[in-house]
């Protein structure tokens, strides 16, 4: 809350936390990245005495910061930032994140342009990790906040941009050494091929089931509800082929 003085009395505002929380990967959900941001912030924002507004879906899963996909309309963020602007955010507001690099992994000209957006907008940054606060108005009485957040924008969008590089370079390589006989990583390889042999095999009796559900579907009409309907039916004709009882 934040409490205001005047010259008759003293008053108490209450301040509006819309905590958002993202991971890059659903891979990361193993990790535990949302939980532990969803928790922390919880424990920041109450030892604020904020007042934490859940009236926005404030979580991006498997949603780039570097590409800026978490700004699309259908994005948590993007969304957000569209109710801003069309004044459903209650004010005063103050938008947490873990760290900057939460909300922004682009060049620096992008994250900065998001950065004062926000704080246009009349809503507040903090980031819990450091503790910082951003604002529109103490950016103006002193700008050395401002220069940290671009050292630590610019930071983030350097480690993004050489781990995209570096993953660039590891697929190409591996498109090369596909061409040339050898083996891809194992994720690129659907459950019906095996390479334990050193190379491509395909695994009949699983494939049999995925040309079994595309003749289904092409050329019999069926949705993938009645495909569904019909698995035990597919599985066990399947099994029963592979184990000779056909």
């Keep these: ?28 959900l193993k990790g535990g990245g949302i939980k532990r941001q969803i928790e922390d912030s919880t424990r920041f924002c109450e030892s604020q005495n904020w007042m934490m ?29 569209k109710a801003a602007d069309d004044g459903l955010v209650k004010r005063p ?18 994250a ?19 503790r910082m606060i951003y604002s529109k108005e103490s950016i103006q009485a002193n700008f050395g906040p401002l220069l940290i957040s671009i050292t630590i924008m610019c930071r983030a969008h350097e480690e993004s ?3 995209s590089r570096r993953l660039k370079k590891s697929w190409l390589q591996m498109r090369e050494r596909i061409k040339n006989g050898g083996l891809g990583h194992s994720s690129i390889y659907p459950e019906w091929i095996s390479i334990d042999s050193g190379k491509p095999e395909i695994i009949e009796s699983k494939a049999n089931i995925i040309r079994q ?3 289904l579907c092409v050329n019999h009409n069926m949705s993938y509800l009645h ?18 009882l056909a």
Excluded: P
Aim: hydrophobic letters at 35%.
């Design 112 to 130: 900065l342009e998001l950065f004062i957006r926000i704080l246009n907008a009349g809503i507040s940054i903090c980031t819990y990790h450091d």
């Design 53 to 81: 507004d859940t009236t926005f879906k404030l979580t991006d899963i498997g949603t780039s910061a570097y590409h800026g996909k978490n700004l699309d309309d259908r994005a948590a963020l993007g969304s957000f930032l």
């Design 1 to 28: 809350m934040t409490i205001i003085k005047t010259m008759d009395s003293t008053t108490t505002r209450t301040t509006y936390c819309y905590s958002y929380h993202r991971i890059s990967t659903r891979n990361q």
């Design 161 to 163: 941009d050489i781990k």
């Design 93 to 110: 507001a103050v938008l947490l994140v873990e760290s900057l690099d939460r909300l922004s992994r682009a060049n620096i000209m992008d």
């Design 227 to 244: 495909i569904l309907a019909h698995r035990e039916h597919l599985f066990c004709s399947t099994v029963n082929a592979h184990s000779g």
């Design 213 to 215: 559900v595309f003749d």
